[in-house]
T-cell receptor, first 114, second 112 residues
Framework: EAGVAQSPRYKIIEKRQSVAFWCNPI?????LYWYQQILGQGPKLLIQ????????DSQLPKDRFSAERLKGVDSTLKIQPAKLEDSAVYLC????????????FGEGSRLTVL | GQQVMQIPQYQHVQEGEDFTTYCNSS?????IQWYKQRPGGHPVFLIQ?????EVKKQKRLTFQFGEAKKNSSLHITATQTTDVGTYFC????????????FGKGTHLIIQP
């Protein structure tokens, strides 16, 4: 079974530039999450989708971050404009059930903002 | 919002010694999960606890969920070098809040 795919693995940009990350969850997983993990800290939930609908985006900085999952499968997370404090690993995760069960994480996309 | 606290932040042990990390939530949890993240890797699921007072074992790892469903612990017996990494607890409060809230993790460093 293929795992959660993410790209790009690494991205370096200058502040005020934009960047987009892509995630393809495990086939059949209705629930998809984007987490931000700053070095040395635990993952912080940015947004959760159930199929193509947003369930929770309360911690998403909506002035600069946006995310979509138009067809209920793959998802894109965009940052525009980027700030220095956005330097982090962006992890995509998915699972079959909305409330329980294992989260399957992708390898992550490491963003460095200069 | 919900907070999940983990202690200690770092733990140095000699190989063969035991290790315990503790997780506390400000609210009652529907369930709690534990993940392990190796250096440079992504979090990998270890276990989920659902019932009050639940205890589960996986070889040298013992997981407990408190009676009030606000705290949990992970205990590793006789650590090995392969246990190196960061251990995270992640809680789900329920009540309409879906996303798992992760603690900051406990970094386990093992000295041979």
């Amino acid at each position: 079974e293929a795992g959660v795919a993410q790209s790009p693995r690494y991205k370096i940009i200058e502040k005020r530039q934009s960047v987009a990350f892509w995630c393809n969850p495990i086939s059949g997983h209705a629930t998809l999450y984007w987490y931000q993990q700053i070095l040395g800290q635990g993952p912080k939930l940015l947004i959760q989708f159930q199929n193509n609908g947003v369930v929770d985006d309360s911690q998403l900085p909506k002035d600069r971050f946006s995310a979509e999952r138009l067809k209920g499968v793959d998802s894109t997370l965009k940052i525009q404009p980027a700030k220095l404090e956005d330097s982090a690993v962006y992890l995509c995760a998915s699972r079959t059930d909305r409330y329980t069960g294992e989260l399957f994480f992708g390898e992550g996309s490491r963003l460095t903002v200069l | 919002g919900q907070q999940v606290m983990q202690i200690p932040q770092y733990q140095h042990v000699q190989e063969g010694e035991d290790f315990t990390t503790y997780c506390n939530s400000s609210t009652t949890l529907s369930n709690i999960q534990w993940y392990k993240q190796r250096p440079g890797g992504h979090p990998v699921f270890l276990i989920q606890l659902v019932k009050s007072g639940e205890v589960k074992k996986q070889k040298r790892l013992t997981f407990q969920f408190g009676e009030a469903k606000k705290n949990s612990s992970l205990h590793i017996t006789a650590t090995q070098t392969t246990d190196v990494g960061t251990y995270f607890c992640a809680g789900l409060t329920g009540g309409g809040a879906d996303g798992l809230t992760f603690g900051k993790g406990t970094h386990l460093i093992i000295q041979p």
